[in-house]
Protein backbone atom coordinates (compact mmCIF):
# COMPACT_ATOMS: atom_id res chain seq x y z
CA UNK A 1 0.00 0.00 0.00
CA UNK A 2 1.41 3.36 -0.79
CA UNK A 3 2.56 5.27 1.59
CA UNK A 4 0.71 8.97 2.70
CA UNK A 5 4.44 10.21 1.14
CA UNK A 6 4.02 8.17 -1.71
CA UNK A 7 0.17 9.98 -2.64
CA UNK A 8 1.28 13.85 -1.88
CA UNK A 9 4.31 12.89 -4.43
CA UNK A 10 1.87 11.40 -7.61
CA UNK A 11 -0.08 14.87 -7.06
CA UNK A 12 2.30 17.06 -6.85
CA UNK A 13 2.80 18.26 -3.13
CA UNK A 14 6.54 18.16 -1.54
CA UNK A 15 6.55 16.62 1.82
CA UNK A 16 9.07 18.81 3.26
CA UNK A 17 9.22 22.75 3.18
CA UNK A 18 11.36 23.70 0.63
CA UNK A 19 10.21 24.69 -2.61
CA UNK A 20 6.83 25.10 -1.03
CA UNK A 21 5.25 28.74 -2.05
CA UNK A 22 3.76 30.76 -0.31
CA UNK A 23 -0.57 31.41 -0.78
CA UNK A 24 -0.64 33.32 -4.07
CA UNK A 25 -3.82 34.88 -2.89
CA UNK A 26 -2.64 38.40 -1.75
CA UNK A 27 -4.92 39.05 0.90
CA UNK A 28 -4.23 36.01 3.31
CA UNK A 29 -2.86 37.45 6.41
CA UNK A 30 -6.08 39.43 6.72
CA UNK A 31 -8.35 36.55 5.36
CA UNK A 32 -6.60 34.11 7.80
CA UNK A 33 -7.04 36.57 10.54
CA UNK A 34 -10.93 37.25 9.78
CA UNK A 35 -11.34 33.44 10.06
CA UNK A 36 -9.23 32.34 12.63
CA UNK A 37 -9.87 34.80 15.04
CA UNK A 38 -6.11 34.80 15.89
CA UNK A 39 -3.70 37.16 15.43
CA UNK A 40 0.72 37.42 13.70
CA UNK A 41 3.22 36.79 16.15
CA UNK A 42 6.86 38.20 16.00
CA UNK A 43 9.48 36.15 16.72
CA UNK A 44 12.90 36.45 16.56
CA UNK A 45 12.85 34.66 13.01
CA UNK A 46 9.89 36.08 11.76
CA UNK A 47 6.11 36.06 12.04
CA UNK A 48 3.72 33.61 12.78
CA UNK A 49 0.01 33.14 13.18
CA UNK A 50 -1.24 32.31 16.37
CA UNK A 51 -4.72 31.41 17.93
CA UNK A 52 -5.25 32.00 21.58
CA UNK A 53 -8.26 31.12 23.96
CA UNK A 54 -8.30 31.11 27.75
CA UNK A 55 -10.29 28.46 29.90
CA UNK A 56 -11.14 29.73 33.43
CA UNK A 57 -10.50 27.73 36.52
CA UNK A 58 -14.04 26.65 36.67
CA UNK A 59 -14.45 25.43 33.42
CA UNK A 60 -15.15 21.44 33.14
CA UNK A 61 -14.80 19.84 29.88
CA UNK A 62 -17.42 16.57 30.21
CA UNK A 63 -16.95 15.34 33.31
CA UNK A 64 -13.98 16.49 34.65
CA UNK A 65 -12.47 19.96 35.71
CA UNK A 66 -9.53 21.25 33.92
CA UNK A 67 -7.64 22.64 36.64
CA UNK A 68 -5.53 19.58 38.05
CA UNK A 69 -5.86 19.68 41.45
CA UNK A 70 -5.20 15.82 42.50
CA UNK A 71 -1.95 14.90 43.59
CA UNK A 72 0.36 13.26 41.64
CA UNK A 73 2.55 10.91 43.61
CA UNK A 74 0.97 7.46 42.60
CA UNK A 75 0.67 8.92 38.80
CA UNK A 76 4.66 9.56 39.56
CA UNK A 77 5.29 6.30 40.58
CA UNK A 78 3.34 4.67 37.64
CA UNK A 79 5.46 6.95 35.54
CA UNK A 80 8.61 6.12 37.38
CA UNK A 81 9.72 9.43 37.48
CA UNK A 82 9.37 11.05 40.67
CA UNK A 83 10.26 14.95 39.18
CA UNK A 84 6.72 14.99 38.33
CA UNK A 85 4.72 15.07 41.86
CA UNK A 86 7.70 17.74 42.67
CA UNK A 87 6.52 20.11 40.13
CA UNK A 88 3.99 22.72 40.46
CA UNK A 89 0.96 22.65 37.89
CA UNK A 90 1.95 25.86 36.36
CA UNK A 91 5.50 24.04 34.53
CA UNK A 92 3.28 21.43 32.84
CA UNK A 93 2.87 22.11 29.25
CA UNK A 94 0.01 20.08 27.20
CA UNK A 95 1.14 19.86 23.67
CA UNK A 96 -0.17 18.47 20.44
CA UNK A 97 0.43 18.70 17.00
CA UNK A 98 -0.64 18.21 13.69
CA UNK A 99 1.29 17.39 11.09
CA UNK A 100 2.28 16.60 7.16
CA UNK A 101 2.27 13.08 7.37
CA UNK A 102 2.26 10.18 10.06
CA UNK A 103 5.91 8.64 8.76
CA UNK A 104 7.77 10.89 11.35
CA UNK A 105 11.00 11.24 8.87
CA UNK A 106 12.95 14.73 8.17
CA UNK A 107 9.99 15.33 5.52
CA UNK A 108 7.57 15.48 8.10
CA UNK A 109 6.38 18.93 9.63
CA UNK A 110 4.21 19.66 12.54
CA UNK A 111 2.24 22.60 10.66
CA UNK A 112 0.16 23.76 13.88
CA UNK A 113 1.41 23.24 17.17
CA UNK A 114 -1.50 23.84 20.41
CA UNK A 115 0.29 23.88 23.45
CA UNK A 116 -1.39 25.04 26.74
CA UNK A 117 -0.33 25.81 30.39
CA UNK A 118 -1.76 27.28 33.80
CA UNK A 119 -1.47 30.75 34.16
CA UNK A 120 -3.17 31.78 37.39
CA UNK A 121 -5.22 28.50 37.33
CA UNK A 122 -6.57 29.72 34.21
CA UNK A 123 -5.85 27.25 31.06
CA UNK A 124 -4.16 29.22 28.42
CA UNK A 125 -3.90 27.77 25.36
CA UNK A 126 -2.26 29.14 22.09
CA UNK A 127 -2.31 27.39 18.78
CA UNK A 128 1.04 27.83 16.21
CA UNK A 129 0.20 28.02 12.93
CA UNK A 130 2.33 27.98 9.56
CA UNK A 131 0.28 29.56 7.02
CA UNK A 132 3.36 28.75 4.65
CA UNK A 133 6.34 26.34 5.46
CA UNK A 134 8.96 28.92 5.42
CA UNK A 135 7.40 30.16 8.55
CA UNK A 136 8.37 26.96 10.41
CA UNK A 137 11.27 28.72 12.42
CA UNK A 138 9.02 31.17 13.63
CA UNK A 139 6.82 29.05 14.47
CA UNK A 140 9.88 26.96 16.47
CA UNK A 141 10.66 30.41 18.34
CA UNK A 142 7.37 30.68 19.35
CA UNK A 143 6.80 27.75 20.96
CA UNK A 144 10.50 27.99 22.82
CA UNK A 145 9.07 31.48 24.10
CA UNK A 146 5.99 29.44 25.15
CA UNK A 147 7.44 26.68 26.81
CA UNK A 148 10.05 28.56 28.42
CA UNK A 149 8.39 28.48 32.12
CA UNK A 150 7.76 24.68 32.38
CA UNK A 151 9.94 22.36 33.05
CA UNK A 152 7.47 19.17 32.14
CA UNK A 153 5.61 17.90 28.82
CA UNK A 154 2.33 16.35 28.73
CA UNK A 155 1.39 14.58 25.49
CA UNK A 156 -0.97 12.01 24.17
CA UNK A 157 1.41 9.27 22.25
CA UNK A 158 3.90 12.15 22.38
CA UNK A 159 6.83 10.07 23.26
CA UNK A 160 6.74 7.97 20.00
CA UNK A 161 5.66 11.01 17.90
CA UNK A 162 5.15 14.20 18.87
CA UNK A 163 8.33 14.91 20.80
CA UNK A 164 10.54 12.89 18.36
CA UNK A 165 9.07 14.89 15.51
CA UNK A 166 9.39 18.43 16.93
CA UNK A 167 13.14 18.20 17.99
CA UNK A 168 13.97 16.82 14.52
CA UNK A 169 12.53 20.16 13.11
CA UNK A 170 14.53 21.97 16.04
CA UNK A 171 17.78 20.37 14.60
CA UNK A 172 16.96 20.91 11.31
CA UNK A 173 16.66 24.81 11.72
CA UNK A 174 20.09 24.70 14.33
CA UNK A 175 17.63 25.77 17.03
CA UNK A 176 17.76 24.38 20.71
CA UNK A 177 15.03 21.91 21.49
CA UNK A 178 12.97 23.85 24.68
CA UNK A 179 12.01 20.89 26.44
CA UNK A 180 15.15 19.03 26.47
CA UNK A 181 15.21 17.86 30.02
CA UNK A 182 12.12 18.29 30.37
CA UNK A 183 10.17 15.70 32.65
CA UNK A 184 7.70 13.80 29.91
CA UNK A 185 3.84 12.30 31.16
CA UNK A 186 2.79 10.48 27.88
CA UNK A 187 -1.15 9.87 28.81
CA UNK A 188 -1.73 7.00 26.40
CA UNK A 189 0.41 4.34 28.21
CA UNK A 190 -1.56 5.30 31.22
CA UNK A 191 -4.87 5.40 28.93
CA UNK A 192 -4.28 1.86 28.09
CA UNK A 193 -3.66 0.60 31.54
CA UNK A 194 -6.82 1.56 32.77
CA UNK A 195 -9.37 1.09 30.21
CA UNK A 196 -7.78 -1.60 27.86
CA UNK A 197 -10.00 -4.05 29.17
CA UNK A 198 -13.17 -2.21 28.56
CA UNK A 199 -13.10 -0.06 26.15
CA UNK A 200 -12.66 -0.92 22.34
CA UNK A 201 -10.35 2.24 21.39
CA UNK A 202 -7.76 3.89 23.68
CA UNK A 203 -7.44 7.00 21.07
CA UNK A 204 -8.16 10.46 22.47
CA UNK A 205 -11.10 11.55 21.68
CA UNK A 206 -12.80 8.04 22.25
CA UNK A 207 -11.05 8.36 25.56
CA UNK A 208 -12.71 11.97 25.70
CA UNK A 209 -15.89 10.85 25.04
CA UNK A 210 -16.29 7.79 26.29
CA UNK A 211 -14.48 8.89 30.07
CA UNK A 212 -14.69 12.07 30.47
CA UNK A 213 -18.36 12.61 28.59
CA UNK A 214 -16.96 15.12 26.37
CA UNK A 215 -18.02 14.77 22.93
CA UNK A 216 -16.79 16.83 20.35
CA UNK A 217 -18.92 19.19 18.20
CA UNK A 218 -19.69 19.00 14.72
CA UNK A 219 -17.01 21.35 13.84
CA UNK A 220 -14.76 18.08 14.76
CA UNK A 221 -12.74 16.27 11.63
CA UNK A 222 -11.37 12.92 11.23
CA UNK A 223 -7.40 13.33 12.22
CA UNK A 224 -6.99 11.29 8.96
CA UNK A 225 -8.46 14.47 6.66
CA UNK A 226 -6.25 17.09 8.14
CA UNK A 227 -3.04 16.64 5.68
CA UNK A 228 -4.99 17.16 2.96
CA UNK A 229 -7.14 19.62 4.64
CA UNK A 230 -3.46 21.33 5.20
CA UNK A 231 -2.46 21.00 1.85
CA UNK A 232 -5.92 22.07 0.07
CA UNK A 233 -4.93 25.69 2.13
CA UNK A 234 -1.49 26.22 0.45
CA UNK A 235 -2.99 25.83 -2.67
CA UNK A 236 -5.92 27.69 -2.40
CA UNK A 237 -5.55 30.12 0.15
CA UNK A 238 -8.92 29.31 1.36
CA UNK A 239 -8.57 29.19 5.30
CA UNK A 240 -12.25 28.21 6.39
CA UNK A 241 -11.79 24.05 6.41
CA UNK A 242 -8.72 24.90 8.89
CA UNK A 243 -11.62 25.85 11.41
CA UNK A 244 -12.17 22.08 11.80
CA UNK A 245 -8.43 21.74 11.97
CA UNK A 246 -7.93 24.11 15.31
CA UNK A 247 -10.80 22.40 16.55
CA UNK A 248 -9.57 19.29 16.97
CA UNK A 249 -6.35 20.47 18.01
CA UNK A 250 -7.70 22.78 20.60
CA UNK A 251 -9.91 19.81 21.98
CA UNK A 252 -6.68 17.59 22.09
CA UNK A 253 -4.83 19.90 24.41
CA UNK A 254 -7.72 20.73 26.96
CA UNK A 255 -8.89 17.00 27.16
CA UNK A 256 -5.42 16.26 28.01
CA UNK A 257 -5.77 18.42 30.69
CA UNK A 258 -8.81 17.27 31.72
CA UNK A 259 -7.50 13.72 31.64
CA UNK A 260 -4.80 14.50 33.90
CA UNK A 261 -6.88 15.40 36.33
CA UNK A 262 -9.10 12.66 35.75
CA UNK A 263 -6.58 9.81 36.42
CA UNK A 264 -4.56 11.55 38.90
CA UNK A 265 -7.67 11.65 40.81
CA UNK A 266 -8.19 7.87 40.07
CA UNK A 267 -5.02 6.54 41.27
CA UNK A 268 -5.16 8.97 44.18
CA UNK A 269 -8.16 7.94 45.69
CA UNK A 270 -9.25 4.46 43.51
CA UNK A 271 -11.69 3.82 45.83
CA UNK A 272 -14.15 6.84 45.16
CA UNK A 273 -17.85 6.28 43.80
CA UNK A 274 -16.81 7.92 40.51
CA UNK A 275 -14.99 4.76 39.77
CA UNK A 276 -17.86 3.16 38.24
CA UNK A 277 -17.00 -0.27 36.16
CA UNK A 278 -16.09 -3.03 37.80
CA UNK A 279 -13.03 -3.75 35.15
CA UNK A 280 -11.51 0.01 35.46
CA UNK A 281 -11.02 -1.15 39.44
CA UNK A 282 -10.25 -4.38 38.28
CA UNK A 283 -7.09 -2.49 36.13
CA UNK A 284 -6.58 -0.14 39.25
CA UNK A 285 -5.91 -3.80 41.09
CA UNK A 286 -3.54 -4.51 38.73
CA UNK A 287 -1.61 -1.50 38.61
CA UNK A 288 -1.58 -1.21 41.83
CA UNK A 289 -0.06 -4.64 42.26
CA UNK A 290 2.21 -3.31 39.76
CA UNK A 291 3.40 -0.63 42.62
CA UNK A 292 3.77 -3.20 44.61
CA UNK A 293 1.22 -1.52 46.79
CA UNK A 294 -0.51 -5.01 47.58
CA UNK A 295 -2.64 -3.96 50.27
CA UNK A 296 -4.53 -1.57 48.52
CA UNK A 297 -4.55 -3.85 45.50
CA UNK A 298 -6.05 -6.75 46.93
CA UNK A 299 -8.94 -4.54 47.80
CA UNK A 300 -9.60 -3.03 44.48
CA UNK A 301 -9.53 -6.65 43.35
CA UNK A 302 -12.18 -7.58 45.93
CA UNK A 303 -14.26 -4.82 45.61
CA UNK A 304 -14.22 -5.19 41.83
CA UNK A 305 -15.41 -8.98 42.33
CA UNK A 306 -18.26 -7.35 43.89
CA UNK A 307 -19.03 -5.19 41.07
CA UNK A 308 -20.74 -6.84 37.49
CA UNK A 309 -17.55 -8.45 35.57
CA UNK A 310 -17.78 -10.67 32.19
CA UNK A 311 -17.35 -13.71 33.47
CA UNK A 312 -14.22 -14.46 31.82
CA UNK A 313 -12.36 -11.21 33.29
CA UNK A 314 -14.19 -12.41 36.91
CA UNK A 315 -12.14 -15.77 37.26
CA UNK A 316 -9.12 -13.78 35.40
CA UNK A 317 -9.23 -11.57 38.51
CA UNK A 318 -10.17 -14.51 40.90
CA UNK A 319 -6.30 -15.86 39.97
CA UNK A 320 -4.73 -12.66 40.34
CA UNK A 321 -6.20 -12.01 43.62
CA UNK A 322 -5.19 -15.67 44.84
CA UNK A 323 -1.82 -15.38 43.47
CA UNK A 324 -1.64 -11.85 45.56
CA UNK A 325 -2.92 -13.36 48.87
CA UNK A 326 -0.34 -16.22 48.30
CA UNK A 327 2.27 -13.95 47.46
CA UNK A 328 0.83 -11.54 51.08
CA UNK A 329 1.29 -14.50 53.37
CA UNK A 330 -2.86 -14.46 53.40
CA UNK A 331 -3.51 -18.37 52.63
CA UNK A 332 -6.31 -18.58 53.95
CA UNK A 333 -7.66 -15.90 51.64
CA UNK A 334 -6.26 -17.37 48.82
CA UNK A 335 -7.33 -21.09 49.66
CA UNK A 336 -11.07 -19.58 49.74
CA UNK A 337 -10.40 -18.46 46.31
CA UNK A 338 -8.62 -21.44 45.06
CA UNK A 339 -11.87 -23.71 46.26
CA UNK A 340 -13.85 -21.41 44.35
CA UNK A 341 -12.60 -21.46 41.47
CA UNK A 342 -11.44 -25.20 41.24
CA UNK A 343 -15.23 -25.47 41.75
CA UNK A 344 -15.50 -24.28 38.34
CA UNK A 345 -13.25 -26.31 36.55
CA UNK A 346 -10.28 -24.28 36.58
CA UNK A 347 -7.06 -26.94 37.05
CA UNK A 348 -4.48 -23.71 38.12
CA UNK A 349 -6.93 -23.89 41.31
CA UNK A 350 -6.45 -27.57 41.75
CA UNK A 351 -3.09 -27.18 41.59
CA UNK A 352 -2.74 -24.58 43.87
CA UNK A 353 -4.69 -26.55 46.68
CA UNK A 354 -2.84 -29.69 45.97
CA UNK A 355 0.51 -27.66 46.67
CA UNK A 356 -1.17 -25.69 49.32
CA UNK A 357 -2.60 -29.73 51.31
CA UNK A 358 0.57 -31.19 50.36
CA UNK A 359 3.13 -28.63 52.24
CA UNK A 360 1.32 -26.91 54.60
CA UNK A 361 -1.38 -28.57 55.85
CA UNK A 362 -0.23 -32.05 55.26
CA UNK A 363 -3.07 -33.58 54.14
CA UNK A 364 -2.01 -35.69 51.96
CA UNK A 365 -5.15 -37.43 50.05
CA UNK A 366 -6.56 -33.99 49.86
CA UNK A 367 -3.12 -33.10 48.25
CA UNK A 368 -3.77 -36.42 45.67
CA UNK A 369 -7.43 -35.69 44.69
CA UNK A 370 -6.78 -32.47 43.52
CA UNK A 371 -3.87 -33.50 41.45
CA UNK A 372 -5.76 -36.24 39.83
CA UNK A 373 -8.31 -33.81 39.57
CA UNK A 374 -6.06 -31.22 37.76
CA UNK A 375 -4.74 -34.66 35.82
CA UNK A 376 -8.53 -35.36 34.20
CA UNK A 377 -8.90 -31.75 33.84
CA UNK A 378 -5.84 -30.94 31.94
CA UNK A 379 -7.05 -34.04 29.93
CA UNK A 380 -10.24 -32.59 28.53
CA UNK A 381 -8.85 -29.75 27.93
CA UNK A 382 -8.35 -28.71 23.98
CA UNK A 383 -7.76 -24.76 24.51
CA UNK A 384 -4.11 -24.78 26.12
CA UNK A 385 -0.84 -24.44 23.80
CA UNK A 386 0.63 -28.17 23.65
CA UNK A 387 3.87 -27.01 25.64
CA UNK A 388 1.47 -25.49 28.33
CA UNK A 389 -0.36 -28.85 28.29
CA UNK A 390 2.97 -31.05 28.54
CA UNK A 391 5.12 -28.70 31.17
CA UNK A 392 1.93 -29.11 33.39
CA UNK A 393 1.00 -32.97 32.81
CA UNK A 394 4.85 -34.10 33.78
CA UNK A 395 4.38 -31.50 37.25
CA UNK A 396 1.12 -33.03 37.91
CA UNK A 397 2.88 -36.83 37.37
CA UNK A 398 5.70 -36.64 39.14
CA UNK A 399 3.25 -34.59 42.08
CA UNK A 400 1.32 -37.53 41.74
CA UNK A 401 4.14 -40.32 41.76
CA UNK A 402 5.55 -38.09 44.98
CA UNK A 403 2.31 -37.96 47.05
CA UNK A 404 2.05 -41.69 46.22
CA UNK A 405 4.85 -42.66 47.51
CA UNK A 406 4.93 -40.68 50.72
CA UNK A 407 1.37 -42.03 51.39
CA UNK A 408 2.48 -45.36 51.51
CA UNK A 409 5.39 -44.73 53.23
CA UNK A 410 2.92 -43.59 55.82
CA UNK A 411 4.21 -39.68 55.65
Sequence with gaps: MPSLADKLKSLGVKTGTAG?????????????????DGRWLPTRRGEVFVVEQVYETGY??????????????????WARDESLQGLDISQFAFLDTETSGLSGGTGTYAFLVGAGRFIDKN????????????????LLEALSDFLAPC??????NGKAF???????????HSLPCPFEGFAHLDLLPLARRLWRARLPSRSLKYIEEHVLLAPRSSEEVPGYEIPWIYFDFLRNGNPAPLKGVLYHNAMDVVAMAALLQHTASMLEDPFSETVEHGLDVISLAKLYEDLNRWEIAARLYERGLEMSLPETDFWTAVQRLSALQKRRGDLAEAVSWWHKAAGQGHTYAHVELAKYFEHTARDLETALHHTQTAMRDLGLRTNLPAYIKKHWQAELEQRQARLLRKMNLGE
Design 60 to 77: RHGRSPIHVQAPLATLSA
Design 123 to 138: FHLSLFFMQDPAEEPA
Design 151 to 156: AALVTY
Design 20 to 36: ILPPVNPAARSSLEETL
Design 162 to 172: DAPLLRTRYTL
